[in-house]
């Protein structure tokens, strides 16, 4: 693949080195927070003295990944940071599966709420990864929260149970297992320039990504480390490593949780979406039919509309219908 010539490997220092660069009308400014030996690289837009949101991406994306939210966000008032998780793009990239496991990934996130929250309570919106990191959040930090977005996302243990009982979303997940072995996944990955993660960026959503979308993924992915770091969390996981302070055992969340779900997933079912409600009481599901793993790609304007309902709702109840244009199917669970 020919990167387009305003993206290069040689000023892939844009996305780190920059102080600011614009997306459409909305002007990020790129920085690092410190974590203890950890760096993290973020993103930040929007109104400083707004209520705080974090942007969680998964895999195999990096802040990037919401960059059509920026702007909408941005206008509605709210202080937007995006953060490279720990092992991406230009973040640190720690050694060992270890590094990867709940609580050291946690902490960066509650560094960063605790840096710019001054005291109050933050959204936090997940993607996938970003998704699982944000009801782990929810469980072990429910006081530096106001309410979770999760999208495309299960909770871990909805995840498990789905293994263990589900034979098509087992089949669907084989990659999980795949991510288990020692080098061959990250060969998988990067050979052939990597054609793999080219291939999963062009071909998953249902709307494709600009060629430039695809480079700036090749870019972050190119970091040194960055493929073996970000198939660790994988790794912690099937470890064990994810697993609650309490044990096995969910902790109930009594926070608002959103969940936005792509229907048209191809990697994860639609019967994944909805928590037990012995984990979570206070639940609204919006499903977006024709939209991918990435609804936030395949119809930004959609799902922006969705996300700010959502982040605006404080109580169990419906989301309200935002277009009359979409098929939309609202529910939550029957208290």
């Known amino acids: 693949m020919t990167l387009p010539t305003n993206l290069t490997t040689e000023n892939r220092?844009?996305?780190?080195?920059?102080?600011?660069?614009?997306?459409?009308?909305?002007?990020?400014?790129?920085?690092?927070?410190l974590n203890g030996d950890v760096q993290i690289h973020y993103v930040e837009c929007g109104n400083?003295?707004?209520?705080?949101?974090?942007?969680?991406?998964?895999?195999p994306n990096f802040w990037y990944v919401w960059k059509n939210q920026?702007?909408?966000?941005?206008?509605?008032?709210?202080?937007v940071i995006a953060p490279d998780l720990r092992g991406y793009n230009t973040s640190s990239k720690p050694l060992g599966v270890t590094s990867y496991a709940r609580q050291p990934v946690l902490s960066d996130i509650v560094c960063i709420i605790d840096h710019f929250g001054a005291g109050k309570r933050a959204i936090v919106v997940g993607h996938d990864w970003g998704g699982a990191i944000t009801w782990a959040l929810a469980e072990d930090?429910?006081?530096k929260l106001r309410k979770i977005v999760v999208v495309n996302s299960p909770h871990f243990s909805v995840l498990d149970q789905a293994f263990?009982?589900?034979?098509?979303?087992?089949?669907?997940?084989w990659y999980i297992f795949f991510f288990q072995l020692s080098w061959l996944p990250e060969l998988f990955m990067s050979h052939t320039r990597y054609r793999s993660l080219r291939r999963l960026l062009?071909?998953?959503?249902c709307q494709p990504l600009?060629?430039?979308?695809v480079a700036r993924h090749v870019i972050a992915f190119s970091e040194t480390g960055a493929v073996h770091s970000s198939i660790n969390y994988y790794r912690a996981a099937y470890q064990g490593l994810w697993a609650t302070k309490s044990g096995s055992k969910p902790v109930g969340i009594q926070l608002p949780v959103g969940i936005i779900w792509g229907e048209d997933d191809h990697y994860l079912g639609k019967e994944l979406a909805e928590p037990p409600k012995s984990l979570a009481s206070n639940v609204s599901i919006?499903?977006?039919?024709g939209c991918s793993h990435w609804p936030m790609w395949d119809e930004p304007d959609h799902f922006n509309q969705v996300l700010l309902s959502h982040l605006a709702r404080e109580t169990v109840g419906l989301v309200p219908s935002v277009t009359a244009d979409h098929k939309m199917f609202t529910n939550h669970p029957r208290l």
């Open 13 to 33: 220092a844009h996305q780190a080195g920059d102080e600011e660069e614009f997306i459409g009308q909305c002007r990020l400014r790129h920085a690092e927070l």
């Open 48 to 59: 400083s003295d707004g209520n705080l949101v974090l942007l969680l991406h998964g895999f």
């Open 70 to 79: 920026f702007q909408a966000l941005a206008e509605a008032g709210f202080h």
């Open 141 to 143: 930090y429910p006081r």
């Open 164 to 173: 263990r009982t589900n034979l098509r979303q087992l089949r669907r997940s």
């Open 202 to 205: 062009e071909l998953g959503p």
């Open 210 to 213: 600009p060629a430039i979308d």
């Open 286 to 289: 919006t499903f977006l039919p």
